[in-house]
């Protein structure tokens, strides 16, 4: 090089992880040596998606709610499309929603709408799949899917919804045992059953006895994993879910 030169020189950096990488360049020449420090942090894009209970809904009606689709990495993703797997029960309510590709960049969420119309009074549930150009090793990281899950309910017995939400009817476990609660002007049916957040059945309790005089029916729980689950009873001739 001559006095006032310049060398220009390009070094590439290839991370395979999200971790901080430092190395260094050492250049040599008859007169000097030179060290450079070099630091190559690793970077992705993580994204995280809710589920959404839509709750009780009279058989026909439409209710929507909104879900987020959130990016905790430090690097930007697009959402390309969904894949969503019931399409009986549940829709996506495009009118709210941008038209893909959504770019989600770090640290910020958007929001998705979907509906859910119940046609029989039966819990139903399903998934929807975000697609996104993410690639490699974290490229579903951390929750790339939503849950989505509701329940019909019948009034052609005169009994509206918003009463059924009114009526006193609890549940909790206590001591391996389930403990139900009713109010004295609830006609209950004889089945219990219990589900997971996927729909499956778990337990079931028929014939079972009518209340104490303090208003609670108690039931032996099965063995069965902690975590939520849905206690379905016929009351009133409808079904209520708690």
Not at 217 to 226: A, D, K
């Amino acid at each position: 090089l001559k006095p006032g030169d310049t060398m220009s020189m390009t070094v590439c950096f290839h991370s395979k992880d999200t971790t901080v990488h430092i190395d260094t360049l050492l250049l040599e020449a008859p007169c000097f040596h030179s060290v450079v420090t070099l630091v190559g942090p690793g970077g992705s894009p993580f994204i995280y998606t809710t589920d959404k209970d839509f709750g009780p809904i009279i058989i026909g009606e439409t209710r929507c709610d909104t879900m987020t689709v959130r990016n905790l990495g430090n690097m930007s993703f697009t959402v390309t499309g969904i894949l969503l797997h019931d399409t009986n029960h549940f829709k996506i309510d495009t009118s709210g929603t941008s038209k893909f590709p959504i770019v989600v960049v770090s640290g910020r969420l958007t929001h998705f709408s979907f509906c859910f119309t119940p046609d029989s009074k039966a819990l139903d549930s399903t998934t929807v799949d975000f697609l996104t150009d993410m690639e490699g090793p974290y490229k579903d990281s951390i929750k790339s899917w939503s849950f989505l899950k509701g329940s019909g309910v019948d009034t052609t017995s005169g009994v509206t919804q918003t009463s059924l939400e009114q009526t006193q009817l609890s549940a909790f476990i206590e001591a391996n045992r389930l403990i139900v609660h009713v109010a004295d002007n609830l006609e209950l049916g004889e089945k219990f059953e219990l589900y997971d957040l996927l729909g499956r059945c778990v337990a079931e309790w028929g014939s079972v006895a009518a209340p104490d005089a303090n208003g609670y029916i108690v039931l032996p729980m099965p063995n069965v994993s902690s975590g939520v689950y849905l206690l379905r009873v016929g009351a009133n001739s409808c079904k209520v879910l708690r």
